[in-house]
């Protein structure tokens, strides 16, 4: 089973066992959640029910079930929250996950190879595909992205709209 990375364990919060996240997905992306996987660096995906889910700001505070004192949620400091990928909600036809984007090469519509997505960046109203060696950064925004060729793993920007 793959697994996706969907936010990280920032810190706790509050004194029963509530977990505050920083979010790699929008937010209304938790609202629904009842069942996530932890995982620290060398282990296993262990599953943990979700009691509740609040939100604060631009931040996801979660109540992981059977957890209920600060000092059972401080061993989830750290961790990444992840979910099986089959478990993601269905996308529209030109949506991505910023998952899918990460590795694809950028080359622009006159052939300029540009090099590969190292991440992808919320700005708020939008976001940006941040290019390995962060020597570029390329807001994903249609008058700038012409296509994604998924099954390529491509992506073609118009090349007199680029900030460089």
């Not at 810190?11 to 959640?33: A, R, S």
């Not at 262990?46 to 600060?70: A, H, T």
């Not at 950028?106 to 190292?118: C, F, I, P, W």
Request: glycine share 8%; aromatic share 10%; no cysteine.
């Amino acid at each position: 089973m793959e697994y996706v990375v969907i936010g990280k364990v920032l810190d706790t919060f509050g004194l029963d066992g509530e977990l505050k996240v920083l979010p790699y997905m929008p937010l209304e992306f938790f609202e629904n959640l009842n069942k996530v996987y932890l995982k620290r660096k060398g282990g296993d995906y262990v599953p943990f029910e979700v009691e509740w889910v609040d939100f604060m700001n631009d931040k996801v505070i979660l109540k992981l079930k059977g957890y209920d004192s600060i000092e059972e949620a401080e061993q989830f400091k750290g961790a990444k929250i992840f979910l099986p990928k089959e478990a993601l909600p269905e996308l529209g036809e030109d949506e991505f996950y910023a998952y899918e984007l990460v590795g694809m090469e950028v080359e622009t519509d006159r052939g300029k190879n540009l090099g590969k997505v190292a991440r992808v960046q919320d700005m708020g109203p939008y976001d940006v595909l941040v290019l390995e060696g962060d020597k570029l950064m390329i807001p994903f925004v249609s008058d700038i992205v012409k296509d994604v060729k998924k099954e390529e793993g491509k992506i073609i920007v118009k090349e007199e709209l680029l900030p460089v």
